[in-house]
């Protein structure tokens, strides 16, 4: 499962944020700091999907690496 953090980042490589809760997005307390933009939990959302549809593509290159 793709984390909260790890999508923020890809959104935004040098934001500095905290984040409780980081399985749900729609709870998650996201803390912006040191004047990071905030990014919309909506935007996150979508990244995190993305994220995980890459991740599960792959999936059959890491099932077939441990093959070998």
Do not use: C, H
Request: negative net charge.
């Amino acid at each position: 499962m793709t984390q909260i953090i790890d999508a923020i980042k890809s959104l935004n490589s040098d934001a500095k944020v905290t984040v409780e809760e980081t399985g749900n997005v729609d709870t998650a307390e996201i803390l912006w700091l040191d004047g990071t933009p905030e990014i919309s939990k909506a935007d996150i959302k979508v990244k995190m999907d993305e994220l995980q549809a890459e991740y599960d593509a792959l999936d059959y290159a890491r099932k077939r690496k441990a093959e070998y």
